[in-house]
């Protein structure tokens, strides 16, 4: 969805406000869009910045480290190229101040002060990328390892590093502010996301219902990432309120972060473990403090997104390896080296699975976008995006599609539809694109005049909502 925004897809031209990605990138992607149109920039320049943070790992690696661990950091970073095959934004800006974390930590350990200064640097790029995944990354490696090393050259660097991030944000902020229409959108955007990504709010309470005047259609709609009419802004804020007074138990709360994860879950349990088995106390603290501020987000924002928690356990396990002393035991190097070659082999598969799946569905993509005329612009179900868009970096939807869900109330949508509606099902002109499966639980709430079905076999049904 940013691509599609950044290259025009979604608005006609290419776009600076990139929604979760800082304007300074999104200004520059407009430059480079606008002059070589047919160059799918914003994917080239996210490949570029993951391998810039691959890079400066191994660079680090191989200057500072010797003999097994050299060779055991190598191959543990190796695994990194694996989220190559899954290029996403939030996974860039992670591995960026994950890569800020070890070029200072061999920078305060070595006093390389141009290393030091190429680690501001990612953590900057990090932060523009997106600044969650820097938040959600950074600090908690500071605290308990950067800092420890040199206190005031370790401030000193997070100093300036803050101080670009800072103006930066600024900047992203007066960017939305002076553009009318952006900024209702950015303020929008923000309310729906503490709704919908909130577990504390029980859309059915009585006291809900009753204060905002919701029907069944509006609490049935939001369920599934649909906005009436009646959850303007303001009632979405209010919404947000009640999510603030009621909370859910702590362990529904991780569960409702990890559920997707088990894998990544797992990894982290053995870790603590085993850091607290072999006295590696600031793993051990490191693990807890990340689980913390993920609980604490979750239980007064929002859910945090899985893609947090890789880059995390990357530099955890990173640190872990490190921290041993592999010259003095043969069997924990031959251990370690196994496990990383494990790791890659297991890596290496799944890339070849996803690389099945990902042509798989482009196939069907192609079968289904065959059925469509070429000429309409359709509109798309939230919860069924993805029977339309593959994770492919480099490929652009072969139809015209305005997209809801957190796309709901985008600037483009509002300006070029005359009857524009945050309720998908209400713009009655536009043909309406749902899977069998939500047509069929929801289509009591659904007016538009053409509606095409996907089936389970991927045809396309069309038929009419109500009228």
Known sequence: MMKLIANGY???????????????????????YTSISNIEWYSLIQTVLFVLAFFSNLYCIIKYEEKDKRFILVLLNLSLLYFLSRLQFSYVSGFL?????????YGLAENNRKLLAFSVLLMFLSALVRFEMFFFTYPVFFVLFLFPLQQKLSVKVAFIGGILIGVSFMINQLSYKNNPAWNIYLSYNKARGSVTNNPNINIDDENIIKDLQLNAEDRTLLKNYIFTETLTEGNLKKLSSYGKENHVAVHQILMAVYSNVKAYSIVMMILLIVSVATRRFKITAAVVLHILMIYITVRYSNIVQYRILYPTLFCLLFLYFRSLNLNKSNALSGSLITLSSLLLLVQIWEISKNTLLFNRKSGYINKIESQLPKNSTYLVDPTSNQYLI???????PKRKYIFFGWLTNFPYGTKEQPDYNTNLYRMTEYPLIISQKNYNRLKQFIFNKKIHIITNNDMIIQTSGKQ
């Open 10 to 32: 979604l608005t006609g031209e290419p776009e600076s406000h990139l929604v979760f990605i800082n304007v300074i990138i999104g200004s520059l992607l407009k430059i480079l």
């Open 97 to 105: 101040a994950i890569s800020a974390v070890i070029a200072q930590l």
């Open 390 to 396: 593959t994770r492919k970096a480099f490929e652009n």
